[in-house]
């Protein structure tokens, strides 16, 4: 019976996948991968074999189709990313979308996504939160983020080390340099940092380092 299973994967700690996540990946006829060399590192840490197909941004439209039709000929795939929950900022969607559409069976494993853990240690109300993920780069960022300065509860923002001190200035001039913050990089690995204050505290801190690693922001919401 033809199935696709979404499959986290380790946002940094190999060890964070679970037996069920490698059960999986074990037994399934191929893995679409984000990117196969990064997918073989953890294979090869838990001595997978299974054979791979590349599935990313740049090739997932087109190759779209075929994959359609290996699952209705009854093959079983695993799609996994370069880190955390397939969909979450990554490719997922279209594929799902389309597999649901030819009444294919999906299902999504729990596991590894990066901003759970940067919410949850945070120190900011996490009851209720906005998940923003990146934000625009040029076009409407400006327009986004005042609409985003009005929202009451928790945002939680994804941002490139090379982007976070611009994106940091942007969030003081919009929400306001006394707005708290949690920013967190490098979640999971031996050099995990979690810097907490507000906004230009943050920002200070971070001029005067040398930024390395995916990022998760969290701001406040707007105080009543």
């Not at 199935?3 to 996540?21: C, F, H, M, Q, S």
């Not at 990064?38 to 299974?50: D, F, G, P, V």
């Not at 945002?155 to 913050?181: A, C, D, M, N, W």
Request: a neutral charge; glycine letters at 6%.
């Amino acid at each position: 019976m033809s199935k696709l299973y979404l499959v986290p994967t380790p946002i940094g700690n190999l060890e964070d996948i679970t037996l069920r996540a490698l059960k999986v990946l074990n037994e399934v006829n191929f893995i679409l991968a984000e990117d196969t060399r990064k997918t073989t590192i953890l294979l090869k840490h838990y001595n997978i074999q299974t054979r791979m197909i590349a599935f990313h941004q740049f090739n997932e439209h087109k190759s779209l189709g075929s994959i359609v039709n290996r699952l209705q000929s009854g093959e079983i795939m695993a799609l996994v990313t370069d880190a955390g929950t397939p969909g979450i900022s990554d490719p997922g969607f279209l594929i799902v979308r389309e597999c649901l559409k030819h009444q294919i069976d999906v299902e999504c494993l729990p596991g590894a996504t990066a901003f759970v853990p940067a919410l949850v240690n945070s120190g900011l109300p996490c009851d209720k939160f906005l998940f923003e993920g990146f934000l625009p780069v040029k076009k409407g960022r400006q327009t986004r983020l005042k609409t985003l300065s009005e929202i009451e509860t928790s945002i939680v923002f994804y941002e490139s080390p090379h982007r976070l001190l611009k994106t940091l200035e942007q969030f003081i001039e919009i929400f306001g340099g006394e707005r708290l913050v949690s920013v967190s990089r490098e979640l999971t690995k031996i050099y995990e940092e979690n810097q907490r204050g507000t906004l230009t505290e943050v920002y200070n801190y971070f001029k005067e380092k040398v930024i390395k690693g995916e990022i998760v922001i969290i701001v406040e919401g707007k105080r009543s």
